[in-house]
């Protein structure tokens, strides 16, 4: 998550923030050409294998509201499925601030399949009923 890097004539080295578990291990991932050469500062496994997926490919969870229509709450909280590459993110709240869906919406209904075609939906994260005015 947090990132900053050093580099030395030889070999580079990232230091991030784990996000896997509530400890917050500093990592640091020394990379020689951009080969991940060692993983240092980590407690449990997620950590080692967080710091290897940060470094080569950011991925993030989106949350979000959509528009709704006939709810008795004006915005939908979505999430995604699964996490997506992270220079998506913000195309991916664009394409959701277009979305306009009509209740009722059950918690996990899909909202928005198969999204760039990762294999990753958005759902929704509650239940929505209807305005019954």
């Given amino acids: 998550m947090n990132q900053t890097t ?16 509530p400890l917050g291990c500093r990592l640091e991932v020394e990379a020689d050409n951009g080969h991940i050469v060692e993983v240092r500062g980590f407690t449990c496994k997620r950590g080692e294998e967080y710091a290897k997926q940060e470094h080569t490919e950011p991925r993030r969870m989106v949350t979000t509201t959509v528009r709704v229509n006939n709810g008795i709450w004006a915005k939908l909280p979505v ?3 699964a996490a997506i590459p992270k220079e998506k993110v913000i195309e991916l ?6 979305v ?3 209740a009722p919406i059950h918690i996990g209904d899909t909202i928005l399949s198969n999204v760039f075609d990762l294999g990753v939906d958005v759902v929704a ?3 929505m009923p209807t305005d019954q005015n």
């Fill in 6 to 21: 050093e580099t030395t004539t030889e070999t580079t080295i990232s230091h991030y923030l784990c996000i896997g578990c």
């Fill in 79 to 81: 999430k995604t499925t």
């Fill in 93 to 98: 709240c664009q394409q959701l601030r277009q």
């Fill in 100 to 102: 306009n869906v009509t």
């Fill in 125 to 127: 994260s509650r239940d």
